[in-house]
T-cell receptor
Framework: EAQVTQNPRYLITVTGKKLTVTCSQN?????MSWYRQDPGLGLRQIYY???????DKGDVPEGYKVSRKEKRNFPLILESPSPNQTSLYFC????????????FGSGTRLTVV | LAKTTQPISMDSYEGQEVNITCSHN???????ITWYQQFPSQGPRFIIQ???TKVTNEVASLFIPADRKSSTLSLPRVSLSDTAVYYC???????????FGPGTRLSVLP
């Protein structure tokens, strides 16, 4: 089944403890992206990647890192999480950066205390 | 990227047709109009995409007037399970930064 898989689905952590949220897609998509969703603010893009080793900042990149060493994987790294990074995170992919066929993962609910 | 404006919320009853309009006055020649649906705590899901006139699939129809400055998503005979947030996106099909606005929260009542 074609899908974008995020792990974990739920995570509670403490301020300052580094964490990684993994994202993997099995559709051979070139484009991958991370969003965070907060009440009243909608979906905001954190980082995106047009292809392997090519990443760029979205609208809210502060406090996050990403890497794209393989086409299928696009992990989101929080080096020193803070409570304002408590949010619902979504990974997404599409064939060529296209609006069409933009597939989202099931989400990761992160709480930083 | 073209900015979009949609109603924040809409209510409807089961069995009715629902039309959600999106304004995109500065749409560019190469831009497509794409609609997504999002249920609570799930990622958005692609519904339909169009460039001009009318597009129909098994889920919805999309009406785009000749000037393309707006578009209307039409959901025929909605059910309770259509309660969701609907997003209108405008951009070319090789865009890099997909901007999701606040969307339209549709509530379908029994």
């Amino acid at each position: 089944e074609a899908q974008v898989t995020q792990n974990p689905r739920y995570l509670i952590t403490v301020t300052g403890k580094k964490l990684t949220v993994t994202c993997s897609q099995n559709m051979n998509h070139e484009y991958m992206s991370w969003y965070r969703q907060d009440p009243g603010l909608g979906l905001r893009q954190i980082y995106y990647s047009m292809n392997v080793e090519v990443t760029d900042k979205g609208d809210v990149p502060e406090g996050y890192k990403v890497s794209r060493k393989e086409k299928r994987n696009f992990p989101l790294i929080l080096e020193s999480p803070s409570p304002n990074q408590t949010s619902l995170y979504f990974c997404a992919s599409s064939p060529t950066g296209s609006n069409y066929g933009y597939t989202f993962g099931s989400g990761t609910r992160l709480t930083v205390v | 990227l073209a900015k979009t404006t949609q109603p924040i919320s809409m209510d409807s009853y089961e069995g009715q047709e629902v039309n959600i309009t999106c304004s995109h006055n500065n749409i560019a020649t190469n831009d497509y109009i794409t609609w997504y649906q999002q249920f609570p705590s799930q990622g958005p899901r692609f519904i339909i995409q169009g460039y001009k006139t009318k597009v129909t699939n098994e889920v919805a129809s999309l009406f785009i007037p000749a000037d393309r400055k707006s578009s209307t998503l039409s959901l025929p005979r909605v059910s309770l399970s259509d309660t969701a947030v609907y997003y209108c996106l405008v951009g070319d099909n090789y865009g890099q930064n997909f901007v999701f606005g606040p969307g339209t929260r549709l509530s379908v009542l029994p």
